[in-house]
């Protein structure tokens, strides 16, 4: 296992999904269901979706490295144009859009609200992109896949225990703009490793 990869996957991961509707809509769900089975439906929607990503991402790495390096240029340079656009303009989603498709349910079905919710709103979001891009570039699937899922458990759990309190401390366009840093970052090393 590559410790650089799933340190790095984790950092990325975490600070684009910190500002995310999955944040918000993860959020919404503990205040409707108990919190311990939100985060277990999440956590097996973000399983799901993070083993999606990394399988695309392991297909593409079997492409030229010169092809596979461009494309997480253009990936990781539309991620951070997409942060940057969304902390400039402020637009906090309440998460309510997700949470309104769960209808009142206990026990494992509030699980199954849960997963559903998640795993429609995770589909094609940044964090699987960015995902998908670095299993590509690294060519460590097991390392990336251990440090995304990581992060999202990460996020989820903050939504959980502690959403709420770190939303007044910490303003959601300032979490953008470092998501957005990062995704230039691994932009810049990776034109760097495709001009060497």
Do not use: N
Request: net charge negative; proline share 3%.
């Amino acid at each position: 296992m590559d410790l650089a990869a799933v340190a790095l996957t984790f950092g990325a991961i975490f600070l684009v999904e910190l500002p995310d509707k999955t944040f918000l809509a993860t959020l919404v769900l503990a205040t409707k269901y108990r919190p311990i089975l939100v985060w277990v439906g999440v956590g097996l929607a973000f399983t799901v979706q993070t083993g999606v990503a990394v399988l695309l991402g392991h297909a593409a790495s079997l492409l030229p490295p010169d092809v596979v390096r461009t494309a997480a240029v253009v990936l990781f340079l539309v991620g951070a144009v997409i942060l940057f656009r969304e902390g400039r303009s402020h637009q906090e989603a309440d998460g309510e859009e997700f949470a309104e498709k769960a209808k009142p349910v206990h026990g494992w079905r509030a699980v199954l609200a849960s997963f559903l919710v998640l795993f429609a709103a995770e589909w094609g979001d940044l964090s699987q992109l960015l995902t998908l891009s670095l299993v590509a570039k690294y060519e460590a699937p097991l390392s990336v896949f251990v440090g995304a899922l990581g992060a999202l458990l990460t996020v989820s759990a903050l939504a959980v225990i502690v959403g709420r309190s770190l939303l007044r401390f910490v303003s959601i366009h300032v979490l953008h703009y470092l998501g957005a840093t990062v995704c230039l970052a691994l932009a810049a090393l990776t034109i760097y490793e495709l001009l060497s």
